[in-house]
Every structure is written in C-alpha cells, then in structure tokens.
C-alpha cells in the first residue's frame, strides 16, 4: 500500500532537500525530528503554509539577520555596513533621512536640520556609490526602506551597481515602495495615489523583467502597528493592501507567476509573545488561500508569504533602557517562532536616538544568541499543534477576515473575504474590489481612525494599569544610569550640502535638464517610466530635481482635514 498522507508528503520533501552541515541535536545532545505533527496535520511546506514554506524549516537556511542602519553621511554609513557585514550580519537595510524619504536635496530649505540625523543622506548616485563601496551589490542583498521617493533612489543604486561592474539582472533585495501604507500610517508620500500606484506599476514591470530576484515592494505592517493598531489590524490591513498591489499587477497585464514572488511583507514583533507568533501564522495562509483562490497564482513561490520582522520600537522605553534587550529577545523569539525569514533587533537606545556602536553589536548579537544557542531553529514551526496557538492564529484570522470585509464594503462591493469565486470574477472583470476600499478608507481617513482608536484604548488600559509596562507604569524605582547616546553633529548637513553644490557644478546641466524633461514627458505617456528615470540618474540629476519635476507635473497629496 503506497503511504500517502500529509506526513509522508512531508518527509519525501524534506528527504529531497538541502539541509545545512550542523548539529541538529538538543543541548544535551538529544536527537529532535526536523518537524511534528500527526499523518493528517499541515506540515511545514505545505499549502496554505501556517507553518512555514520549507519542508526543512531553518535547517534549509536560517533567517537573514538584516540590521536596518543609516545615519550621518555616505561614508559614515558605509562604515557602518562594514562593521555588520564583519560581524556576522547576513544582508544590508537602509535607512535613509528624512530630506530623502520626502524627496529633497539636502540643501533645500525644507531639509534644514534633518540631514543625515534618522538615516542617511542621499542625493545623487554618486552618495549611492559611497554608500556601497567595497560591498558586492550582486553578492549581497540590500533592503531600502523609502517609499514616496522609492523609484527614483532604486534608479540611483542600479546606475551605482553599473558603474561598480554589477550586472544588474541579478540584483536581489527588496525595496519598500509601499505607498498605501504610507497614507494609512506613515505618512511620507510625495504625491496623490494615482501617480504614485503608477510609478509602483512601472516599478513591478520593470523588476519582474529586468531584475527578477529583486522585490520591488515590502508591503509594511510595521508602520500601522507602530502607530497604535491591534495586530489582527495591522494584519488585516498589510494584507490588504498587498492584494491592492496584485490588483495593480494584474491590472496592467502582468503574469501573477512572475510578479508574486516580489511582493515581500514587513510585520513588527511586538511584546505579547504568542499572539505575535499567531500573527505570522496567519498571514502566511491568508495570504497564500487569496493569492491562489483568488488570484490564480499556480506556483508555490507566487503564493508564498515571505516577510522580514523587526521588533516592536514603540515597546523600548526610555526609563530603565537596558530592559530593552530582554524586551528585544522576547519579540525576536516570537518572530522566529512565527517563522520570520528576516529579522532586525531594535538597539536598547533606539528610543532615545539612533543606536551606538555597542547598543548595534548587542541587537545583532541578540539575534546571533537565538540562531546559534537556543536550538530553535532544529525544529520548524515547534508550536504548531499547540491548543493555544493554532486557536489563536484561528482567531486572529477571524478577526482580519471581517476587517477585509468592511475594506471591501466601503469599496462599494457587495462580496465578503467567503466570496472567493466571486471575487476572482470581479477581478478579472478589472474591477479591483480591494483597491477601491483602500482608496476609499484613505479618503475617508477610516485607517487612521481605526488606529486612532485602537491606540487611545491601549493608553487607557495602560493608564489604568490593566496593562503593565515595567519602568514605566510598574517597577519604576530603579539604579540604571543614563545612556551615552549618539548625536550627529550638524558639520554633517554643512559638509553635504558642500558637496552636493561640487557635484552640481562638475555636470553637464543641459544633460541633466533634457534627461529630466524627456522623464516628465513620459510620464504623461502610458510608456513605461524606468528608463527614462534610470538616464536621469545617469546624467547625475539629484533626487530632489526627479521628485520636484514630477511634483510640479502631478501636485502635492495633502491630507484631509479630520476632526
Ligand atoms: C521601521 C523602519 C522605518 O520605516 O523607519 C523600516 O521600515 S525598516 C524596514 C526594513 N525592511 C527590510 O529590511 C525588508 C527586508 N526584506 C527582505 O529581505 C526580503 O523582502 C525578504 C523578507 C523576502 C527576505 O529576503 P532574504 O533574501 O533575506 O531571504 P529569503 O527568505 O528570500 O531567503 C533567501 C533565499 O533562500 C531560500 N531559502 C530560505 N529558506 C530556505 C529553506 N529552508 N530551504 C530552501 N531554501 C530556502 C529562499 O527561497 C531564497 O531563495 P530564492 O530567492 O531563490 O527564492
């Protein structure tokens, strides 16, 4: 009799995969299988995935750890990169200052006094240059996180990536680009949804033919958690809009197959341990039932969820700081628990400012500690089958699933997340049900205040001490001293500002001007944008003249009033 159940499917998988040469054993050197379950249960890489996507789990390949760091200049974050891809850090994060996340040079008016102080300034190619120097583009894989100005700054590093000699057809790293969040919660876009989703559609053409390793959107819960949601919210509403992006792939004509696989996600590791690891559960098999139910994606990779986690910011307090790396472990564990397939540790002064050398190394090392002591990556998914677990990860795909049918409600469509063939229909019909409901929610401003009131509950609770935060509401007497803490020094904006003037002067101005204008005027084609945003970059003009040309050309998004 042919044996053919879920865990025979299992092992004949997992017996044909790669697994890493390393001990697999218990501290004590017990044997440990590299999953459980019974005959019938889901197993790790099976649809719809709650358990993870590889049948090997982290035997295959552990998570990446991907260190989100940028501050100062070019150079000073160069050197920083060094220092973590020395130390044991797996792939670059880049975090950009606010001058580049709103599109602004740093000498424009309105960058006064923010450069290079929550990331790094970056104005032209030539910054992209510094920044990756001595680091393999084509060996590495780089997370940028920007997304109003996202296109652009992908542009700048392709055309550094060509001049170190990269072919960048093999380019791999993921770029956040994702705009509906920026609306919901974030709040750093440059123009009105419209022009930005058709930017992100040239973007996902362009990646999925050209670079197809490359996923050109992050699609971010971590930004709407942060601002105060639930987590079946910020799952709810990350989900969501990465079904707006598949609308907007199909929309245009793409193959599902081809440009899936680009859509990563990005969740935050909160405090509440378990309910954070039901979280990632579910989101992997929400994701991977609507990617094949009702997209039509046939292959696992279109329907897989991959996310990168990084530990919840707004948990770190400023009293008692050194507290923040036990809070830190707990929310990296959940997040490896849950399967994460990256992972950033905040640093225990992040609540304070942007982390020291040391505070950097202990949040890398937080991660190190997990991966290599604590024996947790033997055993892929070892909560499932847990009553509490699954039944949480069941409710919390409850609660998301009504969330996505008020999203859907007030897009005007009659259908509920049950709907699964009718939703496929009205999606080929190009009626994009889930876009028109995000549109709608922004609009209205229903986002915010759904985050608004969630966060307002969480203070009251927290201000009646029904909910506890130690140093802060609870176990405030304490001996800790107060942190050094790291400060950017203002020559920094000076220099930069010095040296964006140089490289002014030192090009081709009746290039750049006619690189810039042939990019406006095809923008006001149907034609795809990349090239002509590549050529600019290549004739050395600055983020701010791309994103200030295409503001004089489109308008500026300002926020409805709410009161
Ligand atoms: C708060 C802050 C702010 O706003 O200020 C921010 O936003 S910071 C935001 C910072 N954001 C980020 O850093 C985003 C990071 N995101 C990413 O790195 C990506 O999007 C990611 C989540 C998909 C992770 O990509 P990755 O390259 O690190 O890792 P992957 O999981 O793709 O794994 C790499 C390759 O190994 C393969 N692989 C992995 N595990 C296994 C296994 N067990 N068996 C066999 N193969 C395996 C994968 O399929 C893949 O190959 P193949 O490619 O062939 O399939």
Not at 57 to 65: A, K, L
Not at 173 to 190: H, R
Not at 333 to 357: I, K, R, W
Not at 412 to 440: I, Q
């Amino acid at each position: 009799m042919v044996d053919d159940t879920a865990r025979s499917r299992w092992q004949a998988r997992y017996e044909q995969s790669r697994v890493r040469d390393a001990d697999f054993t218990t501290l004590s050197g017990m044997a440990v299988e590299p999953a459980y379950g019974t005959d019938e249960s889901e197993w790790p890489g099976q649809f719809p995935f709650t358990r993870g996507l590889y049948p090997t789990g982290y035997r295959g390949r552990t998570w990446t750890i991907r260190q989100f760091a940028g501050f100062g200049n070019a150079e000073q974050t160069n050197e920083r990169y060094h220092m973590i891809l020395g130390r044991g850090g797996g792939g670059l994060s880049v975090a950009f200052d606010m001058p580049t996340l709103m599109g602004r040079d740093s000498d424009d008016p309105k960058s006064l006094g923010e450069v290079g102080h929550c990331g790094v300034a970056i104005d032209s190619v030539a910054d992209m240059e510094t920044l990756f120097r001595g680091i393999d583009l084509g060996a590495v894989t780089t997370s940028m996180t920007i997304s109003g100005p996202a296109v652009p700054v992908f542009c700048m590093m392709i055309v550094a990536a060509e001049r170190a000699g990269v072919d960048t057809s093999t380019l791999n790293g993921t770029l956040q680009t994702d705009i509906f969040k920026e609306y919901i919660a974030q709040k750093e876009w440059l123009f009105t949804p419209e022009p930005h989703l058709r930017l992100i559609g040239d973007l996902m053409e362009y990646c999925a033919e050209q670079i197809p390793d490359y996923k050109p959107l992050s699609v971010s819960g971590y930004h709407i958690r942060e601002a105060g949601s639930t987590a079946a919210q910020e799952l709810a509403f990350t989900l969501a809009d990465g079904f707006g992006y598949v609308e907007l792939g199909l929309s245009r004509g793409l193959d599902i197959e081809k440009f899936a696989p680009g859509l990563s996600f990005f969740f935050d590791a909160h405090v509440d341990f378990f309910e954070e690891i039901a979280k990632f559960r579910a989101a992997r098999r929400i994701w991977a039932r609507w990617l094949r139910d009702v997209y039509g994606a046939q292959t696992e990779k279109a329907q897989w969820l991959r996310f990168h986690t990084q530990t919840a910011g707004v948990s770190l307090t400023a009293q008692q700081p050194y507290n923040n790396v036990v809070r830190t472990g707990i929310e990296a564990l959940s997040a490896v628990l849950g399967g994460t397939n990256s992972l950033h540790t905040n640093a225990l002064d992040e609540t304070l400012a942007l982390p020291s050398e040391q505070a950097a190394e202990i949040a890398l090392r937080t991660q190190q500690v997990i991966m290599e002591e604590t024996g947790v990556v033997n055993v892929a998914d070892p909560l499932g089958g847990s009553w509490y677990v699954e039944a949480l990860t069941d409710q919390i795909e409850a609660e998301a699933n009504a969330i996505f049918d008020r999203i859907l409600a007030m897009g005007g469509s009659p259908l509920t997340h049950a709907d699964t063939e009718a939703l496929a229909e009205a999606t080929r019909a190009g009626e994009n049900p889930v876009t028109r409901g995000l549109l709608r929610g922004i609009e209205d401003g229903w986002f915010m205040s759904e985050i608004a009131e969630a966060a307002f509950q969480y203070q009251k609770a927290l201000e009646k001490g029904d909910k506890r935060i130690v140093g802060v509401n609870c176990h405030e007497h304490s001996v800790t001293h107060d942190l050094e803490i790291m400060r950017v020094s203002h020559e920094v904006e000076v220099e930069q500002v010095r040296l964006l003037a140089e490289r002014r002067a030192g090009r081709d101005e009746a290039a750049v001007s006619a690189a810039i204008e042939r990019m406006v005027a095809v923008g006001r084609t149907d034609d795809n944008m990349m090239e002509a945003m590549l050529d600019a970059c290549r004739a050395e003009a600055t983020l701010g003249e791309i994103c200030d040309a295409l503001r004089a050309e489109w308008g500026e998004y300002r926020e409805p009033a709410r009161f």
